[in-house]
């Protein structure tokens, strides 16, 4: 069974300060992986998303994400907050050979702090 | 404007009174797919449809029927609510390419209670 771990479920951080977001994921495929961010009161929208190539990956709003195939890692991270990255951040993955069922984490809630 | 749109925004509802959540994109995606999102349990694909006629069960389909007569629509359909359908209910639309799923562009939400 597909799970996606989002281990921190609230994360607060200083304006300016870097963060990073975990998510573990378990499969015994190969995944497509992606974060989507979702501001209050709105639908989500994506952030970035790993399918294949580097394994350093680079997406809207300053955020990037390594994919660690060893780890079943695929960690979240900004150099520098704003008080605007505050919003639930999700892991979701999807199976290559399948591609069509998507599997979400539980969401990490970042709180930037002025 | 591309956008995924969903109707009604806010429903209050009773148990056991049929329900339809309407959702309609119009950037001409082939896939579409309905999420429900709970407190501590993140989203969770009830169903999902690849074409026209064409739907799969996601996690958690019991309690749900969809249907894809359109391209671009794609209703969620509540026969017999229970108070444990109360959620957060998203639609999303995307391209296919190759039997792959790429970014999922999400609806604004309807928020479901059932008394």
């Known amino acids: 069974a597909q799970s996606v771990t989002q281990l921190d479920s609230q994360v607060p951080v200083f304006e300016e300060a870097p963060v990073e977001l975990r998510c573990n994921y378990s499969s015994s495929v190969s995944v497509y992986l992606f974060w989507y961010v979702q501001y209050p009161n709105q639908g989500l929208q994506l952030l970035l998303k790993?399918?294949?190539?580097?394994?350093l990956v680079k997406g809207i709003n300053g955020f990037e994400a390594e994919f660690n195939k060893s780890q079943t890692s695929f960690h979240l991270r900004k150099p520098s907050v704003h008080i605007s990255d505050t919003a639930e951040y999700f892991c979701a993955v999807s199976h290559i050979n399948t591609g069509n069922q998507f599997y979400f984490g539980t969401g990490t809630s970042l709180t930037v702090i002025p | 404007e591309a956008q995924v749109t969903q109707n009604p925004r806010y429903l209050i509802t009773v148990t056991g009174k049929k329900l339809t959540v309407t959702c309609s994109q119009n950037?001409?995606?082939?896939?579409m797919s309905w999420y429900r999102q709970d407190p501590g349990l993140g989203l969770r694909q009830i169903y999902y449809?690849?074409?026209?006629?064409?739907?799969d069960k996601g996690d958690v389909p019991e309690g749900y029927k969809v249907s894809r007569k359109e391209k671009r629509n794609f209703p969620l359909i509540l026969e017999s609510p229970s108070p444990n359908q109360t959620s957060l209910y998203f639609c999303?639309?995307?391209?296919?390419?190759?039997?792959?799923?790429?970014?999922?562009?999400f609806g604004p939400g309807t928020r479901l209670t059932v008394l």
């Open positions: 790993y399918l294949s190539g580097s394994t």
């Open positions: 999303a639309s995307s391209r296919t390419s190759g039997g792959f799923t790429d970014t999922q562009y």
């Open positions: 449809s690849m074409n026209v006629e064409v739907t």
């Open positions: 950037m001409n995606h082939e896939y």
